[in-house]
């Protein structure tokens, strides 16, 4: 059995990775929710987000986490014409022409990853990524704690945004009764397209933590795409703060999986949880919410 330093350890930097998993997973949650968009490019805007900040380090010296707020902006007006030119037209034709041109999609740029930036794994190097913060017995990564605090945030951000503000207010109404909506004046259109580019924002931002704390490929998405599926299933579909709450169980589980299997069970462990809470609780811990 592994030292008791060493299941707390893995306990804690399941936590503050679930923070983290929980950020990519949170833009796929709101546009499913809203949208009702199964948007199988969604890990593709993840892997893109790890790339702009990789090249935003390389080619201006610019921090990735100092440059989280303009990578955001990009993957959001990379999302609006996608939304605008592949989704709009295929409004009123079924989930599964939408669903299908994102499948579409996420092939066309997982090669399109490969002939620009070749199929190596790629990393963000800065030194708080592997210098660890240590407090005692407990030893994490510091892009950890980090990358755990700014998903926190953000993901906040958004509750606040949607339970608070006028175009939350919206959001919730074209979410639950659209046709009604659009009967009382709001512009149900508009409200899926920034929603589609605050996902797209979200997976980006939620991207370059990622590459800055482990590593990834241009094929990485589809990894990812299953997992935020299984956080999005735990935490609820449109649920913002369930969808934390699915993302710090699923990085506590993947811990203890890793650390009892192998790290290459992780997945695994992810997996079936997903499978499993589908089966018992399909509405995950906190049940749905636009």
């Known amino acids: 059995m592994p030292a008791l330093d060493v299941i707390l350890n893995a306990l804690i930097s399941g936590v503050l990775l679930g923070g983290m998993l929980a950020l990519t997973a949170l833009g796929l ?10 948007n199988l490019a969604h890990g593709e805007f993840l892997v893109a987000g790890a790339y702009a900040g990789l090249f935003l380090l390389q080619w201006t010296g610019i921090d990735p986490l100092a440059g989280l707020a303009l990578i955001g902006l990009v993957l959001a007006l ?21 669903m299908m041109t994102m499948f579409g999609l996420s092939i066309i740029l997982q090669n399109l ?13 800065r030194s708080y990524a592997t210098v660890p913060l240590e407090l005692g017995p407990i030893s994490v990564p510091q892009i950890f704690v980090i990358g755990f605090v700014i998903s926190v945030v953000l993901i906040v ?3 606040l945004l949607i339970a608070r503000s006028r175009f939350g207010r919206d959001l919730r109404a074209s979410a639950d009764q ?11 259109s508009r409200v899926h397209a920034f929603t589609f580019c605050l996902g797209a924002a979200c997976a980006g931002i939620g991207g370059t933590l990622i590459g800055v704390a482990l590593s990834f490929t241009p094929t990485s998405g589809a990894s990812y795409l299953l997992t935020d599926f299984a956080v999005i299933v735990l935490g609820g579909l449109g649920n913002v ?3 934390l709450v699915g993302g710090i169980v699923l990085g506590v589980l993947q811990s203890i999986g890793g650390l009892t299997l192998g790290d290459g069970y992780r997945d695994l462990v992810g997996l ?7 089966s018992v609780r399909p509405q995950g811990f906190l049940g749905h919410r636009a």
Do not use: C
């Open 29 to 38: 949650s709101i546009i499913l929710g809203v949208m009702r968009l199964v």
């Open 241 to 243: 703060l369930g969808t």
């Open 272 to 278: 079936v949880l997903f499978l499993a809470m589908l």
């Open 157 to 159: 951000a958004v509750h």
């Open 178 to 188: 659209p046709q009604a909506a659009a009967m009382i004046g709001i512009n149900v």
């Open 113 to 125: 990853f490969i002939l620009l930036f070749s199929a190596d794994t790629r990393a963000i190097d």
């Open 78 to 98: 990379i999302g609006y014409p996608i939304h605008r030119f592949l989704l709009v037209p295929l409004a009123g034709k079924g989930p599964e022409a939408s």
